[in-house]
């Protein structure tokens, strides 16, 4: 899924849209790590300190047993679509911003392919 | 490598909560024809993670779980011929409940239910295996954990609740993901489904009203079977409220929960901080 997050941070980026993470790694200098050796930009709560990892803090009250899980949620907060992957993902995210007036741009030909892997 | 961490993830926790190691080892070594058949595919399993941990590369390690991890089909089968000839005493049980525990699919799976709806209702043990029933989704499936709510035995009936609270969660998202579904994925998830008959009975269904009776359940078990031992130190009260949690506030078009934490580098933030942005909220872990 990172080739795909970091392609819609590239094609997204200036317009109202974010991805946030929870983090449930339980080694929190490896984490720090892989953020930079894989180029992951956006932001995540790491799941501690009751957790860390996949037992207890936020994954715990979000009731999360399979990783990942995903939510997309409009500009006022509401949850509008769960684990939805691929061309799916694009089309819940650019119809949430049409909601707010926003136009995506359209994806690079490279892009709509499926993920390179990493 | 995270298709594959996630493959024996889900398989982990989609599974049943309850093993047979749980049960006090009386003797080493099988001694039924039942312990017997499941040792021997216990040795089949530990030689493909021999094999499995040779190789070094993740693609080739995917490739080797996804093609050659030991399919229970032909022990199940075997386990069924047990079962049939023990309907109704222990050691059928004990056949089934493996079957149901190795996620059969196919014949034996149907065999499996049908034995158990005709001769094992009131088997205190029955609750056990009902976790592995709820992602099927059957009518037949259905049907049997209706059945297992009427149970007199406290304990099957209190799962049964829940797993079949479950069971129609999973038809709701079944049919959420069909609705997205295109092209080959779409043809894919529909054989999973059943074929085309079945996947536009699921289709067919009726989101909202699913949720409400589901919440129905989860709510009936937390106040009257809270109590039960779920299995991983967990009872049945503590499963059945983290579920309700998620029905009634992280269904679509319900207001996203708050979150507010730490980041890595210890740096407090919260979601509501992102009100006017559309966010894709990634629980994930690099493993």
Known sequence: MYPHERSLVKRLAGLPFAILGVNSDRDREALKKTLVDKNLTWRSWWNGPEGPGTKGGIAEQWNVKGWPTTYVIDAKGIIRYKNVRGEALDTAIETLLAEVGVKAPPKAAEESEGDPGL | MRALALACLLSLTAGPVWSQTDE?????????????????????????WVEFQKLEDDDARQKYYETKYPKPDATAAKMMVIAKANAGKPLGFDAI?????????????????????????????????????????????????????????????????????????????????????????????????????????????????????????????????????????????????????????????????????????????????????VIFLDFWGDW
């Open chain 2, 97 to 277: 409940f493996w079957a149901l525990n190795n996620r059969v699919q196919g014949e034996s799976k149907s065999t499996a239910l049908e034995l158990l709806g005709a001769h094992y209702l009131e088997e205190p043990r029955l609750g056990h295996v009902l976790g592995s029933i709820e992602r099927d989704p059957s009518t037949a499936a259905g049907g049997f954990l209706l059945a297992a709510m009427k149970s007199s035995k406290r304990e099957v009936k209190g799962a049964a609740h829940f797993h079949y609270a479950k069971y129609l969660l999973n038809l709701g998202s079944l049919a959420n993901y069909l609705e997205g579904a295109k092209g080959d994925e779409r043809k894919q998830f529909v054989e999973y489904l059943g074929g085309d008959a079945a996947a536009k009975e699921i289709a067919a269904m009726d989101h909202a009203k699913l949720a409400v009776q589901a919440e129905g359940l989860l709510d009936t078990v937390a106040k009257k079977f809270a109590d039960l031992d779920a299995g991983r130190g967990q009872t049945m009260g503590d499963v059945a409220k983290r579920d309700l949690f998620e029905v009634r506030n992280l269904s679509v078009g319900k207001p996203a929960p708050e979150i507010k934490g730490e980041d890595v580098h210890g740096k407090t933030f919260a979601l509501t901080e992102y009100r006017g942005k």
């Open chain 2, 24 to 48: 006090p080892e009386v003797s080493t070594g099988p001694k039924t024809e039942v312990e017997k058949l499941a040792k021997s595919y216990d040795v089949e399993v530990q030689a493909f």
